[in-house]
């Protein structure tokens, strides 16, 4: 595909050409020399474009989705294109040196630099010399550059098309997975390049909602990539809409239908329908989608409402496929016998669930009154749902394999799993990256650490990605925009991290942006503090139980509200607990070790959480060595619970409950981060905590002798603060002055 022209130049052409190029005045020789040996950043300071498209013999230019005009144009001469170097340079972010003495031409971005002089058929990168076989022109005072050549050395690659008689040149990205970090900082939809630099970022989410690829994400996709800027791309899947470039029908013959047969609506107050996971034209749709996605580049695939028809089980989904796909699933499970015994079915070639559910009175299986049918429908609908994202993913490996790109292309798979609740909890085994939306709460009672110690539990070593939901969004107000540098620094804190908005959706059709000025002094102390984060293990001495095969088949969902609630009590009492996290043995399953238990002096068990199958075994045998296990645990007996026992739990402060406090061991040291919660929505501002003590249990291997504690915020100096060790035990005061965040570093 990568060409390069080598036809000939009409006589007739290149007159003209060097005709208009004299009218032309530049004053190359102000431009000042410089020495190839200055290494700049390994980004460079300007954007680059990721595709560059240069006419013959037009003097307007494309660099991704802006025109640019230039004062002269590009030609043919030697079977080669000729660009004026200003522009070339420009284009590709580099900056544009002239020696009009030695009549040389330097070019650098980042670590790269190129030199070429006029008359010369030689390019040197970085010092290397190579041949080429056509030099610089200096035409009318105006240095034009071979552009393949010069495209090729900053990365590019260069294709010709006759019929257009046009150049481009693309950004040559190397594909990876090692972007993913949980040290990242993402952005949500299509931010500009200004802002993921002002930022930080390491990336986009979201980056192409609605509509099909198009040449717009395009080029938004290459531009992010020549500036090594991650694109996560996602497509809806589960809102059939005619945003999404499908007409009406179409929507509505692959939607969810109700008992009564009767489309259901998306929900969340959106006109919009719920398309059935079972329908063989919706899925054929997202495959589409799906290779549109890879093809067109993307690093990672985003699956949006990740549940499926099991986002509405309240309501959903009786069409057709379903019912028939339900038929199939329990001829296949159970014989004739335990569908007529267990499940009351006589007949399971006629057998129509809606029909029953009528006849019975519900409006779906929900409230359906055999426990038993209810419970094997949910399971059908979990189990299609993941069999179908299982093949979209196989559908998106098998794409990438045919993606033209280098060595080394890597494609991670992606999916929102709104506020990792037990239904969401299936599917965290397909992802690498986990974003997921949360009903953030007011401070001071809005934690997100319980929330975030669930997912660290349930998707060891993945990055995981919290953000408010679109209500939560629409109802904030930029005058509390200092939430968003909360918000981030308790995910750094507690080993997540936070997504930032852009253009994001609102409940109710508006849109949020965070300007990247109220968030940068944030992100700029993260990233300059990065190693504050990395290799940290965690300290807790008490875990909650969280048994997926206990929570997700009780429709009231107590398990998921009761573990928050628990979680946060011992968060506010400055008692730090781990989750210990179990699949459910079948859709999702994952043993617990009892060398994993025997990590902590107390495991607590959530009330009206059975714990099931193997999670129960290691339980035993956790008990069985001297372990001590506490059940039927609530929010209001937790802590009495913990403090009870008589463990060291590890923390022992006086900071008041609206102050987080979370300590890490960080090989043979410690890292102690320091949360307010205590916020004034009537002031916009957080009320200073400080003048409080804090004593931590020296982990094993932890030595602190003859290190200095240094206190760390955002916008300020740190501060070095004095501790005392007796007993095995840190012990310092923290100062008064603690607005947003602070972290307690032993150096
Ligand atoms: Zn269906």
Redesign the pocket.
């Known amino acids: 595909m990568s060409t390069t022209p080598r036809i000939g130049v009409s006589p007739t052409f290149a007159l003209a050409l060097v005709l208009v190029s004299a009218t032309v005045v530049l004053a190359t020789s102000v431009l000042v020399p410089v020495a190839c040996a200055s290494a700049g950043s390994p980004l460079g300071s300007k954007p680059r474009a990721g595709g560059i498209v240069f006419d013959i013999g037009s003097s307007v230019y494309r660099a991704d989705r802006n025109w640019v005009t230039m004062d002269a144009a590009a030609f043919l001469s030697g079977g080669r294109a000729f660009v004026p170097m200003r522009y070339l340079g420009d284009a590709m972010g580099a900056e544009v040196a002239w020696d009009a003495r030695t009549r040389r031409v330097t070019l650098t971005r980042g670590t790269t630099c190129v030199e070429l002089t006029v008359g010369r058929p030689v390019i040197r990168v970085n010092g290397r010399e190579q041949a080429i076989d056509v030099s610089p022109v200096l035409v009318g005072g105006r240095t034009y550059l071979p552009a393949r050549f010069v495209a090729e050395a900053f990365g590019y690659g260069a294709s010709w098309d006759p019929s257009l008689r046009r150049v481009t040149l693309r950004y040559r990205y190397a594909y990876s997975r090692d972007w993913l970090d949980r040290q990242s900082i993402w952005v949500f939809a299509q931010p500009p390049l200004d802002y993921l630099a002002e930022v930080q970022a390491t990336g986009t989410l979201w980056s192409c909602y609605f509509a099909g690829w198009n040449e717009w994400d395009q080029f938004y996709l290459d531009s992010l990539h020549a500036n090594s800027y991650i694109v996560v791309s996602n497509f809806p899947t589960a809102q059939g809409t005619t945003n999404l470039g499908v007409d009406q029908d179409f929507a509505r013959r692959t939607a969810?239908?109700d008992v009564h047969g009767r489309q259901v609506d998306f929900g969340c107050g959106i006109p919009i329908y719920l398309a059935?996971?079972?329908?063989p034209e919706w899925r054929a749709f997202l495959e589409s989608r799906v290779r549109e996605n890879v093809g067109g580049g993307a690093d990672a695939i985003l699956i949006d409402e990740t549940a499926g028809?099991a986002s509405r089980l309240d309501i959903?989904?009786?069409?057709p496929?379903?019912l028939e796909g339900f038929r199939q699933y329990l001829k296949a499970r159970f014989s004739a016998a335990e569908l007529r015994n267990r499940l009351g079915i006589q007949d399971v070639f006629t057998y129509d669930y809606a029909a029953y559910l009528r006849s019975v009175g519900a409006e779906c299986a929900a409230s359906d009154p055999r426990a038993d049918l209810r419970r094997e429908f949910f399971r059908f609908q979990f189990q299609t749902r993941l069999e179908h994202l299982r093949d979209l993913e196989e559908t998106a490996r098998e794409h990438v394999r045919g993606r033209s790109g280098t060595a080394g292309e890597a494609l991670a798979w992606c999916a929102n799993l709104y506020n990792l609740t037990p239904v969401q909890q299936l599917f965290i085994d397909l992802v690498d990256l986990v974003p997921f939306e949360m009903p953030i709460e007011r401070l001071p009672e809005g934690k997100c650490v319980p929330t975030y110690a669930l997912g660290r539990a349930a998707a060891p070593g993945k990055v995981l990605v919290g953000f408010p939901d679109i209500f939560v969004l629409a109802q904030h107000s930029p005058e509390d925009n200092v939430l968003w540098s909360h918000w981030l620094c308790e995910a750094w804190a507690a080993g997540v991290t936070f997504l930032l908005p852009y253009e994001a959706f609102t409940a109710g059709g508006g849109s949020f942006t965070l300007p990247a000025e109220a968030i940068s002094e944030t992100t700029d102390f993260l990233r300059s503090h990065i190693d504050l984060y990395r290799g940290t293990e965690p300290t807790a001495r008490v875990a909650i139980l969280y048994d997926l095969g206990a929570a997700l088949y009780d429709w009231e969902d107590p398990t998921a509200t009761g573990f928050y609630r628990i979680g946060r009590a011992l968060y506010e009492a400055h008692i730090p607990y781990e989750v210990v996290w179990t699949g459910d043995d079948d859709l999702a399953p994952r043993s617990v070790t009892v060398e994993e238990l025997q990590r902590y002096g107390l495991v607590l068990v959530p009330r009206r959480h059975g714990v099931t199958g193997s999670a129960a075994a290691a339980l035993s045998a956790y008990q069985a060595r001297g372990g001590r296990v506490m059940r039927d645990v609530t929010d209001a007996t937790a802590v009495g619970t913990v403090r009870g026992s008589g463990l060291d739990v590890g923390l022992e402060t006086d900071a008041p409950p609206q102050v987080g406090v979370l300590a890490w061991k960080k090989g043979t040291s410690l890292v102690v981060h320091l949360v307010n919660y205590d916020y004034d929505y009537g002031r916009h501002s957080f009320k200073p905590q400080g003048a409080f003590n804090v004593t931590v249990t020296l982990p094993p291997g932890v030595s602190l002798e003859g290190r200095i504690l240094k206190l760390h915020r955002p916008g300020g100096p740190a501060e070095v603060v004095p501790f005392s060790l007796a007993g095995g035990k840190v012990s310092f005061v923290v100062p008064v002055g603690l607005e947003v965040y602070a972290v307690a570093a032993f150096e």
């Open positions: 969810c239908l059935c996971h079972n329908n028809n959903a989904c009786f069409c496929y379903c």
